[in-house]
């Protein structure tokens, strides 16, 4: 099984609909983030959660919400889809790491939304 | 200007040819720096980290050139398998340490 799982791999949804896309993880992580990459634009931070009580807004949070429930789960939400949002989304978790750098980060295998 | 710029390519390389390519940040505080590697729809994965002048990694070298704001990613023997996009992250300390990825390197290694 894969250590970030998100749900759902898939989605096609319509303009103006909630959309939920949800990020579990085993690794023991206490840092969790929301990435969505466009072609061509490489990744970009939408929220992002030190602890289960550390919300913080990333680069493009616009349109978006995200829950902590739990230190293995970090939610994303759209709150009301429009098609500029069709992406490719990806939960990503991390350690601290050495000395004040930033740990490796473990990406989901990522959830392809598709906006009408 | 992008935080983080990366030629997109793609970079056609022969089979057991080496190929370098950069990646450039404007932030001059800038101080972690990583190679993700990408393969086509799955997700990004570490390839190397570059937290002082340079990494190498088998037939990976990363080197950082903190004067000219670029660091660099060069593969030797290039094989068919290393076919990938290629993704920098840079962090800034002030900033959280949160990552700031470039668009990517797309590299196609052919026989």
């Known amino acids: 099984d894969a250590d970030v799982t998100q749900t759902p791999r898939n989605r096609i949804t319509k303009t103006g609909k909630r959309i939920m896309l949800e990020c579990s993880q085993t690794?023991?992580?206490?840092?969790m983030y929301w990435y969505r990459q466009d072609p061509g634009l490489g990744l970009q931070l939408i929220y992002y959660s030190f602890d289960v009580k550390d919300i913080n807004k990333g680069e493009i949070s616009d349109g978006y919400s995200v829950s902590r429930q739990a230190q293995a789960k970090f939610s994303l939400s759209l709150e009301s889809a429009i098609p500029n949002q069709t992406a490719l989304y990806f939960c990503a978790t991390s350690d601290f790491g050495l000395a004040g750098n930033p740990g490796e980060l473990f990406f989901g295998e990522g959830s392809r939304l598709t906006v009408l | 200007r992008k935080e983080v710029e990366q030629d997109p390519g793609p970079f056609n390389v022969p089979e057991g040819a080496t190929v370098a390519f950069n990646c450039t940040y404007s932030n001059s505080a800038s101080q972690s720096f990583f190679w993700y590697r990408q393969d086509c729809r799955k997700e990004p994965k570490l390839l190397m980290s570059v937290y002082s002048s340079g990494n190498e990694d088998g037939r990976f070298t990363a080197q950082l050139n903190r004067a000219s704001q670029y660091i660099s990613l060069l593969i030797r023997d290039s094989k068919l398998s290393d076919s990938a996009t290629y993704l920098c992250a840079v962090t800034v300390k002030a900033a959280g340490n949160k990552l700031t990825f470039g668009g990517g390197t797309r590299v196609l290694v052919k026989p």
């Open positions: 690794k023991g992580h206490d840092r």
